[in-house]
C-alpha cells in the first residue's frame, strides 16, 4: 500500500491563481480530511468527507472547495489563492468516521501565495 | 466546541532523561479519543498513543506514557529515556465520538521539543 499521497509536495502561486491539490489513499478509507498547518496555530480542520459523494465543512473552509468522486480521491480546490493561504496542508485518512481506527496522513504539501 | 490547550511552546530535555509535555481540554461529552502526535522535521505526522476517555488505565506505548486525569481534563505526555529521535513537535489532538463533528481532530497548537546530546 502507498497509504496516502499528495501532489505537488511544494507549489508557489502568484495572487488570484486556482489550483488543486491531489490527494489520494489505496486502503479503501470512508473517511478523508484535509488540514492546513500554520505556524504557532497546530493543525485545523478545512474540509472532510465521509463517503463518495458526502463532504462537509470544518474550522476554516472559506476560499476552499472539495469534491468526492471516488472513495480513493480527495482533491482540494483553491479557486482564487490569497496570500493567507500560505500554508502547508495536509490530507488525511481513517477506515471509518467512528470507532477506534488510526488516522493516516500524508506528507503534506507546502503552499506559497505570493 | 471543544477546544485543546498546550501551555508550553517549547520544552528541552536532557538525553536519557525524563519530560512530561502538558495538555488540557475542554469538552461537555463523556466519551472522546485523546492523542499525541508527533512531527518530527520532516513533517510527517506520526501517532505516537491514544487515550479513550472510558478508560481509567492510562495508555503507555514503550517510552510513552500518558497520565488522563478526565475530571481535570488533563491529558499530559510523558516521554522517558529521552532519545535525540524524539525531538519533533508534539500535538496533542481530541476526537468526538458524538454528532456532525465525531471522526474530526480538533488539534493544540503544539509544543516544540528539543533534546541536548
Known amino acids: 500500500n502507498a497509504g496516502v499521497t499528495q501532489t505537488p509536495k511544494f507549489q508557489v502561486l502568484k495572487t488570484g491563481q486556482s489550483m488543486t491539490l491531489q490527494c489520494a489513499q489505496d486502503?479503501?478509507?470512508?473517511?478523508m480530511s484535509w488540514y492546513r498547518q500554520d505556524p504557532g496555530m497546530g493543525l485545523r480542520l478545512i474540509h472532510y468527507s465521509v463517503g463518495a459523494g458526502i463532504t462537509d465543512q470544518g474550522e476554516v473552509p472559506n476560499g476552499y472547495n472539495v469534491s468526492r468522486s471516488t472513495t480513493e480521491d480527495f482533491p482540494l480546490r483553491l479557486l482564487s489563492a490569497a496570500p493567507s493561504q500560505t500554508s502547508v496542508y495536509f490530507c488525511?485518512?481513517?477506515?471509518?468516521?467512528?470507532?477506534?481506527?488510526?488516522?493516516?496522513f500524508g506528507p503534506g504539501t507546502r503552499l506559497t501565495v505570493t | 466546541a471543544q477546544t485543546v490547550t498546550q501551555s508550553q511552546p517549547e520544552m528541552s530535555v536532557q538525553e536519557a532523561e525524563t519530560v512530561t509535555l502538558s495538555c488540557t481540554y475542554d469538552t461537555s461529552e463523556s466519551d472522546y479519543y485523546l492523542f499525541w502526535y508527533k512531527q518530527p522535521p520532516s513533517r510527517q505526522m506520526i501517532l505516537v498513543i491514544r487515550q479513550e476517555a472510558y478508560k481509567q488505565q492510562n495508555a503507555t506505548e514503550n517510552r510513552f506514557s500518558v497520565n488522563f486525569q478526565k475530571a481535570a481534563k488533563s491529558f499530559s505526555l510523558k516521554i522517558s529515556d529521552s532519545q535525540l529521535g524524539d525531538a519533533a513537535m508534539y500535538f496533542c489532538?481530541?476526537?468526538?465520538?458524538?454528532?456532525?463533528?465525531?471522526?474530526?481532530?480538533?488539534f493544540g497548537k503544539g509544543t516544540k521539543l528539543s533534546v541536548k546530546p
Open positions: 488525511a485518512s481513517r477506515l471509518g468516521r467512528a470507532g477506534t481506527y488510526e488516522q493516516y
Open positions: 486502503m479503501n478509507h470512508e473517511y
Open positions: 489532538a481530541y476526537r468526538s465520538t458524538y454528532g456532525g463533528s465525531q471522526g474530526n481532530l480538533i
